[in-house]
């Protein structure tokens, strides 16, 4: 059983930084963070696979934000360092994972998810 566990939200001005984690166990391979701002659709934001070589990042936040892991001994920890935040990157952040090796950009292709952190960013 995969369970993922998100920590680092909060609120932030314009211009500063924040980092998300994401702690998780089970057959949690290359894993993912999304986001969902209220009324809209749960978007990607970046991608990881599971050695880490290989990334990817929505076009809105490349070059602001940076994935990365923590893999795969002794724990299976995926990061969002996110910097230069903007008032539009405001949404619920999630983890998610999947238990194949590559990356992919689908929430449809996600079999877990987190619970969701809050990230507000202030003008």
């Known amino acids: 059983q995969v369970q993922l566990v998100e920590s680092g939200g909060g609120l932030v001005q314009a211009g500063g930084s924040l980092r998300l984690s994401c702690a998780a166990s089970g057959r949690a391979y290359a894993m993912g963070w999304f986001r969902q701002a209220p009324g809209k659709e749960r978007d990607v934001v970046a991608a990881?696979?599971?050695?880490?070589?290989?990334?990817?990042?929505a076009d809105s936040v490349k070059g602001r934000f940076t994935i990365s892991r923590d893999n795969p001994n002794p724990k299976n920890t995926v990061y969002l360092e996110m910097n230069s935040l903007k008032p539009e990157d405001t949404a619920v952040y999630y983890c998610?994972?999947?238990?194949?090796?590559?990356?992919?950009?689908?929430?449809?292709?996600?079999?877990?998810w987190g619970q969701g952190t809050q990230v507000t960013v202030s003008s």
């Open positions: 990881i696979s599971w050695s880490g070589g290989t990334t990817y990042y």
């Open positions: 998610a994972a999947r238990d194949k090796f590559v990356l992919a950009i689908n929430k449809d292709e996600y079999h877990y």
